[in-house]
């Protein structure tokens, strides 16, 4: 491993070393930060770097928009694809979600919008999640748009601590607002959007003080369960 700089310039974000901190910045607004087959590949062209560096650090996931962090999977790119295609996409989103979950530094989001289906998931696999008091939405939509969760979806949807609301949000499709989320346990904390990104960024300083090793022993022991999908996913 390295202390080189691993800051990456890629299509749909930005990976930049900060204050210790591996800062990831959504770029592709105009598309609302949809997931498809290429967003997937830079995600792991980001976290391989992150994995790679050596030393403390902690990695922080935001983005550039003030209405919405991620309306989920591009459904239009994926209604184009072959079948061979759709697999292959969610086979790598399931790859994205489980090395996100059981990375090997802290992680933490910086929710300023609207978070939807695949995006929703993709931050509930992080360790912390900050959200914007007063503007945007957390949701699991997929029981409304006849998606239903895959296997590693649901043990990362799993995650969450309060399961009565889980099953409000999975079953139901409930959307919570930023009140709502800290108030049931789905974020750590809101903020008003001018004190939101400094906010996430002081928490993920005080986390990648942590000893590396020691914290991810600690959170993959917490997650165990998830190992069950390693080997089909190819970790």
């Not at 498809?36 to 792991?44: A, K, T």
Request: glycine fraction near 6%.
């Amino acid at each position: 491993m390295t202390k080189q700089s691993s800051d990456l310039n890629m299509s749909t974000m930005q990976l930049r070393l900060v204050d210790g901190v591996h800062v990831l910045t959504l770029t592709n607004n105009e598309h609302e930060n949809k997931l498809n087959i290429d967003v997937m590949g830079e995600y792991h062209r980001a976290l391989d770097a992150v994995e790679n560096y050596e030393g403390n650090t902690a990695l922080l996931i935001t983005c550039e928009h003030e209405k919405t962090f991620s309306t989920g999977i591009d459904l239009e790119w994926l209604g184009s694809q072959t079948p061979e295609g759709v697999q292959n996409f969610v086979l790598e989103l399931e790859r994205v979600l489980y090395r996100l979950a059981m990375f090997n530094a802290p992680t933490i989001a910086c929710i300023n919008g609207n978070a939807y289906a695949g995006g929703a998931i993709l931050l509930t696999a992080l360790d912390f999640r900050v959200m914007r008091a007063d503007r945007g939405r957390f949701c699991y939509p997929e029981v409304n748009i006849h998606i239903p969760f895959t296997e590693v979806m649901t043990d990362i949807i799993g995650l969450l601590p309060n399961k009565h609301v889980l099953k409000q949000m999975a079953l139901l499709g409930t959307p919570l607002t930023g009140e709502e989320c800290v108030a049931a346990d789905v974020v750590d904390a809101i903020y008003p959007l001018q004190a939101l990104q400094q906010e996430a960024m002081n928490l993920a300083v005080q986390l990648a003080q942590k000893d590396r090793n020691t914290y991810t022993t600690i959170k993959r022991r917490m997650r165990e369960g998830l190992t069950r999908h390693a080997e089909a996913l190819g970790y």
